[in-house]
């Protein structure tokens, strides 16, 4: 019988080589089991505070588009949860497919989303600076929401408008009073486990915060991503689709819930 073999090969050179950090114990991203996850009732609810005027400008990074903020101080912050202090807003980006089939890095039950928002936070109590977060143990958090093909997101929209001006690696608009927390999902509950960035330098240094609640966005807003490209201005224009890394193995670690 004829059956359609859905696949996809990432083709940008971050992800074409299988990158894995040797000896690498607790690397992201992972599929998480909801029937395996156990259910912490010490975990607190997340507070997040996030300062709107904090936000600087957004750019092509040549792998996602990311938004920026003005880390120099405790203005937009989360705390609670399972962390033990506040850490601080850095950035924030998107994964996503080149279809609807796919996109997301992280997967529940094997189940892939469109694509996946990372809100980037450090821990400015054992580290002096971003890029000293990065290579400590849980110096960085990074919670993760899933978005969905559904309903037109109005507070996404003012994003997607600013997207053609950084279509190109390299390429940067400012981008001003932002409040981040209208891509959050109303619903409090979330996963938590131990992991690593999922691109260079893939340092084992995150404690990822993962949304059960998937956000929608509509078909153009998607597809206004699809439009961006990994190539700067002048070269031969590859667009910016499928920048996800591969499932990685749990090995030693547990899933825990907040909610039951
Ligand atoms: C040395 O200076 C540096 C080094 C590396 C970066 C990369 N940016 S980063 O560390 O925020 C992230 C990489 C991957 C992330 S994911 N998909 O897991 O949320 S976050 C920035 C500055
Ligand atoms: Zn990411």
Redesign the pocket.
């Known amino acids: 019988e004829n059956c359609l073999v859905t696949c996809h090969v990432n083709v940008h050179p971050l992800w074409q080589s299988e990158l894995s950090v040797s000896g690498g114990t607790r690397q992201?991203?992972i599929n998480i089991q909801w029937r395996d996850s156990v259910y912490d009732p010490h975990l607190k609810p997340l507070k997040i505070h996030y300062d709107p005027t904090t936000c600087l400008y957004i750019w092509n990074?040549g792998y996602?588009f990311?938004v920026e903020f003005d880390d120099s101080a405790d203005k937009s912050v989360i705390m609670g949860g399972p962390l033990e202090n506040h850490y601080r807003l850095?950035?924030f980006?998107f994964?996503w497919g080149a279809i609807n089939e796919w996109g997301s890095?992280h997967m529940v039950d094997s189940k892939v989303y469109p694509a996946e928002l990372?809100l980037?936070h450090w821990n400015p109590v054992t580290s002096t600076s971003?890029?000293e977060a990065?290579m400590e143990n849980n110096g960085?958090v990074?919670i993760?929401v899933f978005l969905k093909l559904g309903a037109h997101h109005a507070g996404l929209q003012k994003l997607v408008d600013a997207l053609p001006a950084v279509k190109h690696k390299d390429t940067i608009v400012e981008f001003d009073v932002f409040d981040p927390s209208c891509l959050m999902p109303s619903c409090p509950d979330y996963w938590t486990y131990d992991?690593?960035?999922?691109?260079?330098?893939?340092?084992e240094s995150?404690t990822w915060i993962i949304k059960k609640t998937p956000i929608e966005v509509d078909q153009n807003q998607l597809e206004e991503f699809r439009m961006l490209l990994f190539t700067s201005a002048g070269e031969e224009e590859k667009r910016m689709v499928d920048n996800f890394?591969p499932l990685q193995p749990l090995m030693n670690r547990t899933v825990r819930s907040s909610f039951r």
Not at 195 to 203: D, E, F, M
């Open positions: 992201s991203p990074n996602s990311q850095k950035q980006h994964h890095e990372h980037v971003f890029e990065i960085l990074v993760g992991g690593s960035l999922t691109t260079p330098p893939l340092t995150v890394r």
